[in-house]
């Protein structure tokens, strides 16, 4: 039987998905299922003064409609509503808790109808009147009352001093604007009331057991009487690492009419939760007469709301990633009338990294180097922050492997340069960089004497491949036929696990495995050791590898016990094993992915319509559990790092604090026609310090550096250095 591990093995959810069968949050038919439709605030910062449901009541199939005046109870310290994910700092968003009105489109009221049509339709009917404050919405305007947060690690030298002396100096200010995650699934939750306070929650998450200890605090539950589950996820992106707000209305709901409810939003109420914040980076680069750096200086400034300092680490890549004896970075946020920022698509190096790596292709223009040969001068075998060895670093294979792929050699250095008939041609590169993260997740594994496995575990899986890549691992650790591998995952019932998110689950959930299927083997081998004339005597546990459905020596594979005989011996009819992923902080090794994207654009002259035409995307991230699902997702967020360069923008109209474009319509998203060729490479790197698997993680490395290498390719076609986001026609023409 052949390894399944590092190849392309398709999704075992696959036809599932594919047929209709698999369900999620806003599919679970429940009998006597009510429905909910929320109102949300049209006015951006003030109080509401007086709600009128008179015209809604009215409405046949109206049950009830629900606000901050007459709710059910709910938890009203910060602490009721604690949540994982949640920012240090400020005090979390409460629904429907009081008469403030914090941001435009705050849900302020819940309609409850037996229907779902009915529902919205009396939803537009209930009339509220606000009082209105000033307010500000718009980044550029708040500059002035910023606040530093995130003091500098440890500054590096004197980074001023080195500008200052500088023989090639690049200092610009780059700007990302709010993007929305617009994830194909709506947020959606069914909440079933089981009667005697029970409850069992289907809800859009990224997380079961976030939205299990959430909803518990939020409504005074004990964690036995809330299950929630997440089986499938259409999509979320960072979405749904928080819990949303349709999980609180609608068990808000399912509580007060004492029967099941389900609250689905609508596509403009999706933007009243979580996105990318507009972020400001401004960073200055210095370099000696070799063209080597000398100086790094960076300072983000990104948006949050009044109620929360959201953060990410946009600053401190270009600390960590080139060799650089002078660096510090600052990172400052300022707050607006805005709902709180969330995690986006690789939170802070998406962002951080695109303005670093448009500033090294200026500095590149700056000292007449080619931009990958700057690269190179500056690659580091050291995080640069930390000064720690990586656990393992195969950048330098990524640039070797990617330039060949793409055919970089053949690039003309100057601008404008290369042409296909009316199209300017341009090629940009840049570096992507990405944490290895792990967390504690746990797995539960049955073996059954039938040859059969169930693995199960809290994790989840949004669209990664999370079900097929634990298939896998527990297939070739038991050495059974992945077909006969069972997967249950997101469900708060089963064993331990954090969201998904940071691109840490594959390589803490295979840990898991490991550590469980291990128990296993022990467990066959001193079963297997007393039977009589067992060909397994005096062997311990590592000696013995679980293979073709038997147990046996690892250096003489004929040495082996068929695990069904052994469980016959045992009178075993099911071995059962549940184990934690025990990783531990390695302060010794710095832990990261890396990439190397090659971008063509091809722009027609007369019109400034750009079109991306090839990219290749090379990664370094440990092993490849699934070579397909795996360049999956690298390809998609390739697809993601398009629509940062080229089509994403949340446009807010700051008369009004309202966006103007909160539809898949106007918001534009890379559809088919803009992607072309993409090749992505997994560059192999063997990591023996990472964890047992040598697993780094895919996912969002996949986008780190996309919207540079294409905005470089822009600069490279015309000449023109568009530093603002997204890059749009008008910006070319200016
Ligand atoms: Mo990811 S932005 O951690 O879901």
Request: net charge neutral.
């Given at each position: 039987?052949?390894?399944?591990?590092?190849?392309?093995?398709?999704?075992?959810?696959?036809?599932?998905?594919?047929?209709?069968?698999?369900?999620?949050?806003?599919?679970?038919?429940?009998?006597?299922?009510?429905?909910?439709?929320?109102?949300?605030?049209t006015?951006?910062?003030?109080?509401?003064?007086?709600?009128?449901?008179?015209?809604?009541?009215?409405?046949?199939?109206?049950l009830?409609?629900?606000?901050?005046d007459?709710?059910?109870?709910?938890?009203?310290?910060?602490?009721d509503y604690?949540?994982?994910?949640?920012?240090?700092?400020?005090?979390?968003?409460?629904?429907?808790?009081d008469?403030?009105?914090?941001?435009?489109?705050?849900?302020?009221?819940?309609?409850?109808?037996?229907?779902?049509?009915?529902?919205?339709?009396?939803?537009?009917?209930?009339?509220?009147?606000?009082?209105?404050e000033?307010?500000?919405?718009?980044?550029?305007?708040?500059?002035e009352?910023?606040?530093?947060?995130?003091?500098?690690?440890?500054?590096?030298?004197?980074?001023?001093?080195?500008?200052?002396?500088?023989?090639?100096?690049?200092?610009?200010?780059?700007?990302?604007?709010?993007?929305?995650?617009?994830?194909?699934?709506?947020?959606?939750?069914?909440?079933?009331?089981?009667?005697?306070?029970?409850?069992?929650?289907?809800?859009?998450?990224?997380?079961?057991q976030?939205?299990?200890?959430?909803?518990?605090?939020?409504?005074?539950?004990?964690?036995?009487?809330?299950?929630?589950?997440?089986?499938?996820?259409?999509?979320?992106?960072?979405?749904?690492?928080?819990?949303?707000?349709?999980?609180?209305?609608?068990?808000?709901?399912?509580?007060?009419?004492?029967?099941?409810?389900?609250?689905?939003?609508?596509?403009?109420?999706?933007?009243?939760?979580?996105?990318?914040?507009?972020?400001?980076?401004?960073?200055?680069?210095?370099?000696?007469?070799?063209?080597?750096?000398?100086?790094?200086?960076?300072?983000?400034?990104?948006?949050?709301?009044?109620?929360?300092?959201?953060?990410?680490?946009?600053?401190?890549?270009a600390?960590?990633?080139?060799?650089?004896?002078?660096?510090?970075?600052a990172?400052?946020?300022?707050r607006?009338?805005v709902?709180?920022?969330?995690?986006?698509?690789?939170?802070?190096?998406a962002?951080?990294v695109?303005?670093?790596?448009?500033?090294?292709?200026?500095?590149?223009?700056?000292?007449?180097?080619?931009?990958?040969?700057?690269?190179?001068?500056?690659?580091?075998?050291?995080?640069?922050?930390?000064?720690?060895?990586?656990?393992?670093?195969?950048?330098?294979?990524?640039?070797?492997?990617?330039?060949?792929?793409?055919?970089?050699?053949?690039?003309?250095?100057?601008?404008?340069a290369?042409?296909?008939?009316?199209?300017?041609?341009?090629?940009?590169?840049?570096?992507?960089?990405?944490?290895?993260?792990?967390m504690?997740?746990?797995?539960?594994?049955?073996?059954?004497?039938?040859?059969?496995?169930?693995?199960?575990?809290?994790?989840?899986?949004?669209g990664?491949?999370?079900?097929?890549?634990?298939?896998?691992?527990?297939?070739?650790?038991?050495?059974?036929p992945?077909?006969?591998?069972?997967?249950?995952?997101?469900?708060?019932?089963?064993?331990?696990?954090?969201?998904?998110?940071?691109?840490?689950?594959?390589?803490?959930?295979?840990?898991?495995?490991?550590?469980?299927?291990?128990?296993?083997?022990?467990?066959?081998?001193?079963?297997?050791?007393?039977?009589?004339?067992?060909?397994?005597?005096?062997?311990?546990?590592?000696?013995?590898?679980?293979?073709?459905?038997?147990?046996?020596?690892?250096?003489?594979?004929?040495?082996?016990?068929?695990?069904?005989?052994?469980?016959?011996?045992?009178?075993?009819?099911?071995i059962?094993?549940?184990?934690?992923?025990d990783?531990?902080?390695?302060?010794?090794?710095?832990?990261?992915?890396?990439?190397?994207?090659f971008?063509?654009?091809?722009?027609?002259?007369?019109?400034?319509?750009?079109?991306?035409?090839?990219?290749?995307?090379?990664?370094?991230?440990?092993?490849?559990?699934?070579?397909?699902?795996?360049?999956?997702?690298?390809?998609?967020?390739?697809?993601?790092?398009?629509?940062?360069?080229?089509?994403?923008?949340?446009?807010?109209?700051?008369a009004?604090?309202?966006?103007?474009?909160?539809?898949i319509?106007?918001?534009?998203?890379?559809v088919?026609?803009?992607?072309?060729?993409?090749?992505?490479?997994?560059?192999?790197?063997?990591?023996?310090?990472?964890?047992?698997?040598?697993?780094?993680?895919?996912?969002e490395?996949?986008?780190?550096?996309?919207?540079?290498?294409?905005?470089?390719?822009?600069?490279?076609?015309?000449?023109?250095?568009?530093?603002?986001?997204?890059?749009?026609?008008?910006?070319?023409?200016?």
């Amino acid at each position: 039987m052949a390894s399944t591990i590092g190849t392309a093995t398709s999704r075992i959810d696959g036809r599932a998905k594919v047929t209709g069968l698999a369900k999620y949050a806003g599919d679970f038919n429940v009998p006597n299922l009510a429905f909910g439709a929320v109102v949300t605030s049209t006015m951006t910062k003030g109080r509401i003064v007086r709600i009128d449901a008179s015209r809604a009541l009215a409405v046949q199939g109206v049950l009830d409609v629900l606000t901050h005046d007459n709710r059910p109870k709910m938890g009203s310290a910060d602490k009721d509503y604690h949540d994982d994910v949640a920012p240090e700092g400020g005090s979390p968003f409460r629904p429907l808790y009081d008469d403030r009105v914090r941001f435009n489109g705050q849900p302020v009221a819940l309609v409850l109808a037996e229907d779902w049509e009915t529902a919205r339709f009396a939803a537009t009917l209930v009339g509220i009147q606000y009082e209105s404050e000033s307010f500000a919405t718009d980044l550029h305007a708040r500059l002035e009352q910023v606040r530093t947060i995130d003091k500098p690690e440890k500054p590096r030298g004197d980074a001023a001093k080195a500008l200052g002396r500088a023989a090639a100096r690049h200092e610009a200010e780059y700007f990302i604007p709010a993007e929305y995650h617009n994830p194909m699934e709506l947020f959606g939750a069914t909440v079933v009331f089981d009667g005697g306070g029970k409850l069992t929650i289907y809800d859009k998450t990224q997380g079961v057991q976030n939205v299990q200890r959430y909803v518990c605090g939020v409504f005074g539950l004990k964690p036995d009487d809330v299950r929630v589950m997440s089986p499938f996820v259409g999509g979320a992106f960072g979405s749904g690492l928080r819990p949303q707000y349709q999980v609180v209305l609608a068990t808000l709901g399912a509580l007060k009419l004492k029967r099941p409810v389900r609250l689905v939003l609508t596509r403009d109420q999706m933007y009243g939760l979580s996105y990318r914040p507009a972020t400001i980076e401004r960073i200055a680069l210095g370099a000696n007469a070799g063209g080597r750096l000398d100086a790094v200086s960076y300072q983000a400034i990104a948006m949050t709301s009044q109620y929360e300092d959201f953060s990410r680490n946009d600053a401190g890549w270009a600390e960590l990633l080139y060799t650089s004896a002078n660096a510090r970075y600052a990172h400052k946020l300022a707050r607006l009338d805005v709902a709180t920022p969330g995690d986006m698509r690789a939170p802070g190096a998406a962002t951080g990294v695109y303005a670093l790596e448009c500033a090294m292709d200026e500095l590149a223009v700056a000292l007449k180097l080619d931009p990958l040969e700057l690269r190179l001068r500056c690659y580091s075998d050291r995080d640069q922050a930390s000064g720690l060895p990586y656990s393992s670093k195969q950048l330098r294979e990524c640039y070797r492997q990617g330039a060949e792929a793409f055919g970089w050699a053949k690039r003309s250095p100057a601008p404008r340069a290369m042409r296909d008939g009316s199209e300017l041609v341009g090629w940009g590169m840049a570096t992507g960089v990405w944490e290895a993260l792990q967390m504690p997740f746990s797995t539960r594994i049955v073996l059954t004497a039938n040859g059969h496995a169930e693995v199960s575990s809290a994790a989840s899986d949004i669209g990664t491949g999370t079900y097929t890549i634990v298939a896998q691992v527990a297939a070739d650790m038991l050495g059974v036929p992945i077909d006969n591998v069972t997967v249950k995952l997101a469900d708060s019932s089963l064993p331990t696990a954090q969201v998904e998110g940071g691109s840490w689950t594959a390589a803490s959930v295979a840990h898991a495995i490991v550590n469980a299927a291990d128990d296993i083997r022990k467990e066959l081998l001193s079963v297997a050791q007393t039977m009589p004339g067992s060909p397994l005597k005096g062997l311990k546990p590592g000696e013995v590898v679980l293979a073709d459905g038997a147990i046996a020596a690892g250096h003489d594979k004929r040495r082996a016990v068929a695990v069904a005989e052994i469980m016959r011996h045992g009178k075993l009819e099911r071995i059962e094993k549940e184990r934690s992923s025990d990783f531990k902080d390695d302060d010794r090794h710095a832990r990261n992915t890396h990439s190397a994207i090659f971008a063509e654009v091809k722009i027609d002259e007369e019109l400034g319509v750009i079109r991306v035409t090839r990219m290749v995307n090379a990664v370094a991230a440990g092993r490849i559990i699934n070579t397909k699902t795996a360049a999956s997702q690298v390809s998609g967020s390739v697809v993601g790092g398009i629509g940062m360069a080229l089509h994403e923008e949340a446009l807010t109209d700051h008369a009004f604090g309202r966006i103007m474009n909160a539809n898949i319509a106007e918001y534009h998203v890379p559809v088919n026609a803009d992607v072309q060729d993409i090749n992505v490479i997994f560059v192999d790197e063997p990591d023996s310090v990472i964890n047992p698997m040598g697993i780094k993680g895919v996912g969002e490395i996949g986008i780190v550096g996309v919207a540079a290498a294409i905005a470089n390719a822009v600069y490279h076609a015309t000449g023109k250095r568009v530093r603002d986001l997204p890059i749009t026609l008008d910006k070319l023409d200016r």
